[in-house]
């Protein structure tokens, strides 16, 4: 490729990355092609990691109550939870875990797949003698959370799930990188070297991952009808990869399931539209259980 080529496409993608991470500089831009950053995470009250055959897998806790599990989307870690945390924390002991590979968590050269990543939740909660549990997963978080939803469902209250599908034909087709997208892999990046002081190792853990992201979770029909835990299916109505029907279909599918869409928001609605989403999150957490769900084991 010619290097005034090569340079003036490394250039168009810094600019889109800089628009969605500013959106005063990209006029009247709406919302769901901007990308506001979260705040830093407060100090926990406590933090640590658990052992699982290798892997050490971080969470941090805070405040006090019944507890809920922050999981976080791909390539991310728990800080961006940044805009939701302080909206829980005076209402439940919040424990926000870090994927194995992902923020302060480590990896072994087993392949990560959904169903380890859930097991990796499971390790914690007995770690830390918690026998149940709700779960605000987003992206990659949202599919563990589904797997805890069927392999676990004696650990689990309340699932509040977030820009997750459930097979592949509800992917959008691939074509360019969204704006929005570029800016978050830049942060996930930066986030990556903060935590382990180098960026090396980041794109062999998006490597690992890609497969994920390819053939999303493989969760079947009947799987999701046998999920019996309360579950908002949430998403923003601008999603960039996640086709919206396949989460109205969710919520029809799951028996005690409750659709949530965000408007005018897309893949990073919790970043987007943080009021709104925040609200959602708390109704569905802090509503009565239905009837069936409240007398499960």
Request: hydrophobic share 45%; proline share 6%.
């Amino acid at each position: 490729m010619d290097r005034v080529v090569r340079l003036a496409l490394v250039l168009a993608c810094v600019l889109a990355a800089v628009a969605a991470l500013d959106p005063g500089l990209a006029g009247a831009r709406p919302r769901w092609e901007t990308l506001p950053l979260p705040p830093a995470l407060p100090e926990p009250a406590d933090r640590g990691s658990v052992d699982v055959d290798g892997a050490r897998i971080a969470y941090a806790i805070y405040g006090k109550g019944e507890p809920v599990l922050l999981l976080h989307g791909g390539l991310g870690n728990s800080g961006h939870f940044g805009f939701q945390l302080p909206a829980l924390v005076d209402r439940f002991q919040v424990i926000a875990i870090d994927s194995r590979g992902q923020g302060r968590s480590t990896r072994t050269a087993a392949t990560i797949t959904y169903d380890l990543m859930a097991t990796d939740v499971i390790a914690v909660l007995d770690h830390l003698h918690i026998a149940r549990a709700s779960v605000v997963g987003w992206s990659d978080g949202g599919e563990v959370a589904l797997k805890l939803g069927i392999r676990f469902p004696d650990r689990i209250n309340r699932l509040f799930i977030f820009g997750a599908n459930y097979d592949a034909s509800g992917s959008k087709a691939r074509g360019s990188r969204a704006a929005t997208f570029t800016a978050y892999m830049q942060k996930c990046r930066t986030d990556y070297q903060h935590a382990f002081r180098t960026t090396r190792g980041f794109d062999e853990l998006t490597a690992a991952l890609l497969p994920l992201w390819r053939t999303p979770s493989g969760i079947t029909k009947d799987q999701l009808r046998a999920i019996q835990a309360p579950v908002a299916v949430a998403d923003g109505d601008h999603d960039e990869i996640i086709l919206i029907e396949q989460i109205e279909e969710m919520a029809r599918l799951i028996p005690h399931g409750k659709l949530v869409i965000f408007a005018d928001a897309s893949h990073f609605a919790l970043w987007q539209d943080p009021a709104g989403f925040n609200q959602a999150m708390l109704d569905f957490l802090t509503e009565p259980a239905p009837a069936a769900a409240a007398a499960s084991p």
